[in-house]
């Protein structure tokens, strides 16, 4: 089975240590782990590589950090340009059907802050609805999700088994 990391973090070797910690053990374990900031500074997305990527993918791993309660702009970008109508959805648009995604997310503040009567009264079932919708027009088949939350406020080693648990799951 050919895995697949696209990982959209804006500084993602400067600005978080749980995003670049999972890149760095998912690159050391031989995965392909794409730095999306990295390749597309400018926003100017190659839609027939990353369509071919995907297309050679089994399985698609998206990890991203929560920031005000959305995905970094690039992932949505990303998701605008490629995948396009006759592509990815449509009546001929069948080249993610029956692939696998795995949404890998990070959330600065602690799992009780999303909750329904948390700090921020929004479920993280619910900041993600509109990535996990989209299997019903791609058939992709999401599973279950890697949540990892309190990351501001994260130990060595409690940030050591998190990676640890990322690459048991991929």
């Known amino acids: 089975m050919k895995t697949t990391i696209f990982t959209f973090h804006p500084q993602l070797k400067t600005g978080s240590r749980i995003n670049k910690e999972l890149a760095e ?35 698609i791993v998206l990890q991203f950090p ?15 340009a490629v995948f ?3 592509w990815a959805y449509g009546s001929s648009g069948t080249a993610l059907q029956g692939k696998e ?27 993600l609805k509109p990535i996990t919708t989209i299997q019903y027009l791609t058939g992709l088949t999401f599973l279950e999700p890697l949540i990892i939350t309190g990351t501001l406020n994260m130990d060595r080693e409690l940030l050591s088994n998190k990676v640890n648990k990322y690459l048991q799951i991929i």
Do not use: C
């Open 66 to 80: 929560i920031y005000w309660y959305q995905t970094p702009a690039l992932m949505k970008q990303w998701f605008d």
């Open 25 to 59: 053990a998912a690159t050391g374990a031989g995965y392909d782990v794409r730095d999306m900031y990295q390749l597309y500074p400018d926003f100017d997305i190659d839609v027939k590589t990353e369509q071919k990527i995907l297309e050679d993918s089994d399985r």
């Open 101 to 127: 995604v795995m949404l890998v997310a990070s959330f600065g503040a602690g799992q009780d802050d999303y909750t329904r009567n948390g700090r921020f009264h929004v479920t993280i079932e619910e900041i």
């Open 84 to 86: 396009e109508y006759g």
